[in-house]
């Protein structure tokens, strides 16, 4: 069985200031996948980035970045320069089996407030 | 436009009727979900599919059923004896093969509620 955790339910941050959003997993699986997507007020579903369990090197896609550490098994999302408009919901979620198409573990989200 | 599309947006219906949630995609990929969101919540699974005419339990499977007779088309059948049927439905995809194939793909979600 795999789990999600994430810790914190809210963040009220300051624009530009950079974020943090924690997540630690869970799983007995030796290949995974980790991932992190945004979901707005309107309800969908927005794909951020992601870690393979084997990838060496943090992964980074413009402002976000994914600080992996394996031995403690967290997956950290961070946001550089804050903006308004990245208020929103965001979920870490995972994934085994990654030879396979199972579906994604979420963890139960954190909601981010950027303040001007 | 290649994506995913849900319909309808939102749903009514009266508790003890069954009904379907529609799913399509034209992004060619094989595989496809369907998860449930609750307020507050992350989103669980509920059934899954990896090629035409198979398809798997997800966590809370109960109360639900699927079929994939396309591989475009995924839809999601919540019965009567769902007994908490109301909640934010959102349909994913994604490819077994070529880039990125850990990546997937959500509508835009059909919001259903019983009464």
Avoid at chain 1, 76 to 84: M, P
Avoid at chain 2, 51 to 72: L, M, T, W
Wanted: aromatic share 12%; with cysteine; net charge neutral.
């Amino acid at each position: 069985a795999q789990k999600i955790t994430q810790t914190q339910p809210g963040m009220f941050v300051q624009e530009k200031e950079a974020v943090t959003l924690d997540c630690t997993y869970d799983t007995s699986d030796q290949s995974y996948g980790l991932f992190w997507y945004k979901q707005p007020s309107s309800g969908e579903m927005i794909f951020l980035i992601y870690q393979g369990s084997y990838d060496e090197q943090n992964a980074t896609e413009g402002r976000y970045s994914l600080n992996f550490q394996k031995a403690r098994k967290s997956a950290n999302l961070v946001i550089s320069a804050s903006q308004l408009g990245d208020s929103a919901m965001y979920f870490c979620a995972m994934r085994g089996n990654l030879g396979g198409a199972d579906g994604l573990t979420f963890g139960k989200g954190t909601h981010l407030i950027i303040q001007p | 436009d290649g994506g995913i599309t849900q319909s309808p947006k939102y749903l009514f219906r009266k508790e003890g009727q069954n009904v379907t949630l529609s799913c399509e995609q034209n992004l060619n990929h094989d595989a496809m979900y369907w998860y449930r969101q609750d307020p507050g919540q992350g989103l669980r699974l509920i059934y899954y599919s990896q090629i035409v005419n198979d398809f798997q339990k997800g966590d809370i499977a109960e109360g639900y059923s699927v079929s994939r007779e396309k591989k475009e088309s995924f839809p999601l059948t919540v019965t009567s004896a769902q007994k908490n049927p109301t909640a934010f439905y959102l349909c994913a995809s994604s490819p077994r093969a070529g880039h990125r194939t850990y990546e997937q793909y959500f509508g835009p979600g059909t919001r259903l509620t019983v009464t």
